[in-house]
C-alpha cells in the first residue's frame, strides 16, 4: 500500500494504471479500490480518467479521512466507504452498479498504519500490542497473545507466518504471560528472539517478522477476507474490466494465483474433442506470473519491496 503526500509514491502505480487503463478509458467507467490505504493509486486514476467513478473502501477511518482530503478535487466522483473489501457486493449493490470495469486490491499494511507507532504492527519500538487495521472492532493482537492455548497460538504462527518453530515460540509465549499479560510489542518481540536458536538469528532479518505478521494476519482475518473477496471482485466484472492485485507475502499472492488460474482456463473435461457451451473461461491473465517492482522502486520505496502484481480481464459471462 501506499505512503501519503511527500512520502513514497504508491506501489508500481504507473504498471497499476497501465493495466487498468483500457478498461477505464474515455466512457463513464467504475473502479473499486477496495483498500483504499491514503489514496494514491485512487488519485492518479480519477486524474487520468475524467469520466470516472470511484468506489473507495477501507476498514480503517483514519485511512479514509485522509484520502477523502486528499480526493477532495474529485468528491463528486468519489463513494468512500468505511468497510472490510470483502463487502464489496453488498456495497456495489446498495450504490446501484451491478457490475464494474475495473477492481483493485492492494494487500497488506499501509504506510500510515505501519508509521503510527501506536497501531503496534511493528517490532522495531515498543507500542502497544494492537494490530487491528480497524481500531474500532474486534480483537487485538494483546488478545490472542494472552489467551489462545499454546496449539492454537501454534498453529497460527505456522499457517500465516510459515514459522519454523511455532511450538517453541507458542510455549514461550504461553509461560511467559502466566507471569505477567502481554501489553506492549517490545517483549514479545524480545521473546520471540530468545525463543528462536541462536544460529537462526542470524540470517533472514528480525526472529519476530513471521511471528509479527502471523499475529497481524489472525487479528484482521486477512486471508480469509480475502478468500472470499477475489471470486467476487471476478464476478462483479464487466466483460473487458480488469482486476489487478498487488500482495506482499507469499500467502497472499498464492491465494491470487489460484483465484485467477481456476477462472483463466476452461472446465471441459481435457479428453473431450470440441469445448462445452458454457465451459470457455472467463478471465484472460494479464501478466506472466507475478511482475515485480524494478530494481530502482524497491531500492526507493521500502514498501515495494516485496511486492508482486497480478492481473487478469474478464472476457465473458459465467455461464
Not at 487491528?132 to 488478545?143: L, V
Not at 519454523?164 to 511467559?176: D, G, H, K, L
Not at 530502482?296 to 487478469?312: F, G, Q, V, W
Request: aromatic share 4%; net charge positive.
Amino acid at each position: 500500500m501506499d505512503g501519503g503526500r511527500g512520502a513514497h509514491v504508491p506501489v508500481l502505480l504507473d504498471r497499476v494504471v497501465a493495466l487498468l487503463g483500457p478498461a477505464l478509458a474515455g466512457r463513464p467507467a467504475v473502479v473499486v479500490d477496495a483498500t483504499l490505504g491514503l489514496g494514491g493509486h485512487a488519485e492518479a486514476l480519477l486524474a487520468g480518467h475524467p469520466e470516472l467513478t470511484l468506489v473507495g473502501l477501507d476498514r480503517d477511518l483514519e485511512a479514509l479521512e485522509s484520502s477523502r482530503r486528499r480526493l477532495a478535487d474529485y468528491a463528486g466522483r468519489i463513494h468512500l466507504v468505511h468497510t472490510v473489501y470483502d463487502a464489496m457486493p453488498a456495497v456495489l449493490s446498495r450504490l446501484g452498479y451491478p457490475r464494474v470495469d475495473g477492481v483493485l486490491l492492494d494487500l497488506g499494511v499501509s504506510s500510515m498504519q505501519l508509521d503510527e507507532l501506536r497501531r503496534g504492527f511493528t517490532y522495531s519500538v515498543d507500542a502497544p500490542l494492537d494490530m487491528r487495521m480497524d481500531a474500532t472492532a474486534g480483537p487485538t493482537a494483546a488478545d490472542i497473545v494472552n489467551s489462545y492455548p499454546a496449539e492454537r497460538l501454534a498453529a497460527v504462527l505456522r499457517e500465516y507466518g510459515e514459522e519454523r518453530f511455532a511450538a517453541r515460540i507458542a510455549r514461550a509465549i504461553v509461560a511467559e504471560r502466566g507471569r505477567e499479560r502481554f501489553a506492549g510489542t517490545a517483549r514479545l518481540a524480545e521473546l520471540v528472539k530468545d525463543a528462536v536458536p541462536a544460529a537462526t538469528r542470524r540470517t533472514g532479518g528480525h526472529p519476530a517478522k513471521r511471528t509479527f505478521q502471523a499475529l497481524r494476519i489472525e487479528v484482521n482475518q486477512e486471508l480469509a477476507s480475502l478468500q472470499r473477496v477475489l471470486p467476487a471482485a471476478i464476478d462483479a466484472l464487466a466483460v473487458k474490466g480488469r482486476i489487478v492485485v498487488l500482495s506482499y507475502h507469499s500467502l497472499e499472492d498464492r491465494a491470487v494465483k489460484r483465484a485467477f488460474a481456476a477462472r483463466a482456463r476452461g472446465t471441459t473435461p481435457i479428453d473431450l474433442p470440441v469445448e462445452l457451451p458454457g465451459s470457455a473461461p472467463t478471465l484472460r491473465l494479464l501478466t506472466n506470473g507475478a511482475e515485480r517492482p524494478s530494481e530502482r522502486e524497491r531500492t526507493t520505496n521500502r514498501r515495494a519491496t516485496s511486492a508482486r502484481l497480478r492481473a487478469a480481464e474478464r472476457v465473458r459471462e459465467a455461464a
